[in-house]
């Protein structure tokens, strides 16, 4: 069977759109029974150089709301908000952070209720990440008495709502080889391989018999057969090219520059050390002339010291023939 890459945006879109599929994704990813699940709101993202249509040249990140009832355990059943994004291309990592951060302000109705939901996300990737070798990732939010290092089992209200768990797909790290759970069923059809032409269409390799996997597979074939879905995923494909055009020029424009900067600071660098050279040279020639000022003081103490010296050994011998002189008179004296 020839299907379509649902790594695209066109195609993704069109598979979750259908109810039955999007309950079976989200259900397989979670790890988790969903109950029911009701689309909210999908949003496209251009990039920041487009200022007009005319200019929409690529779409960044697709996303995806959901209210969901998932059962978390025996007869124990929660409504969650789930926030589904996906990236062909590494993107802006504040992209994701900021939507994040908007769905927190969010609030939505249930049971006639306004109420603010506890949030899971799920990242699809069309790139990788180099940290993490599996190809899907579930991160949950664990409870842990740290005064007595003990993990707890139990769930609070306030905390479900300012944190969140995740689930991160790497589409080109799924295993081709593993087709035996529902989510190597699932992943199967995100498998980066067996293309039949400019990675927009592949051939699916795998005997199908569950029936959720030949629901998704007949969307993905309907958007590889119909003329306007290809005419769709092929205007994306032009899309994201022209973007990484534009991505690579602007890359290109802001290494000349970096390289500029860096010609600017070396020569900079070349200034600074001339002067510290010559500021230690200054001190150097200050410091000589001192110690020889200094040496020319010490030389001339030196010689008052001596020429002291030399005066106290005169007075000293004067002193000795006075006496000499007293002793001579006392003797001619007596002996008168």
């Known amino acids: 069977m020839i299907i379509a890459n649902p790594i695209f945006d066109t195609v993704f879109k069109r598979l979750m759109e259908d109810k039955e599929a999007s309950k079976f994704i989200v259900s397989t990813l979670l790890g988790k029974p969903v109950i029911s699940i009701e689309v909210k709101s999908q949003e496209v993202t251009y990039t920041e150089d487009e200022q007009s249509k005319s200019q929409a040249v690529a779409l960044r990140l697709y996303r995806l709301d959901f209210v969901a009832t998932i059962q978390t355990g025996d007869n ?99 295993e081709k080889e593993r087709y035996a759970t529902n989510l190597d069923k699932l992943l199967s059809v995100f498998i980066q391989d067996d293309f039949v032409d400019d990675e927009k269409t592949k051939y699916y390799p795998y005997f199908i018999e569950d029936e959720n996997i030949r629901r998704i597979t007949d969307i993905l074939h309907y958007c590889a057969s119909d003329t306007k879905e290809r005419t769709r995923i092929k205007a994306e494909i032009e899309a994201w090219e022209t973007y990484q055009e534009l991505l690579e020029s602007s890359e290109k424009d802001n290494l000349q520059t970096i390289e500029r900067q860096d010609a600017a600071l070396a020569e900079d660098k070349v200034i600074i050390a001339r002067e510290r050279a010559e500021k230690e040279a200054a001190i150097a020639r200050e410091r000589a002339a001192l110690a020889e000022k200094e040496a020319a003081i010490a030389r001339e103490r030196a010689a008052i010291a001596e020429k002291e010296v030399a005066i106290a050994r005169e007075r000293a011998a004067i002193a000795e023939k006075e006496a000499l002189l007293a002793e001579l008179a006392r003797l001619k004296t007596q002996n008168q």
Do not use: W
């Not at 409504?79 to 939505?108: G, H, M, P, S």
């Not at 949030?119 to 699809?124: A, D, G, K, R, V």
């Not at 939010?141 to 139990?154: G, Q, R, S």
């Open 76 to 174: 124990e059943y929660t409504n969650v908000l789930i926030e589904v994004q996906k990236a062909l291309k590494i993107t802006n990592l504040n992209r994701f952070r900021n939507y994040i951060a908007e769905q927190y302000k969010r609030k939505d109705t249930v049971g006639g209720k306004k109420t603010s939901l506890p949030i899971i996300t799920i990242y699809i990737l069309g790139f990788e990440l180099p940290e993490i070798a599996t190809s899907c990732v579930r991160v949950n939010k664990n409870y842990f008495d740290a005064v007595h290092e003990t993990d707890m089992d139990v769930k609070s209200h306030f905390i479900e709502r300012i944190m969140h768990d995740c689930v991160v797909v790497q589409a080109r790290k799924i």
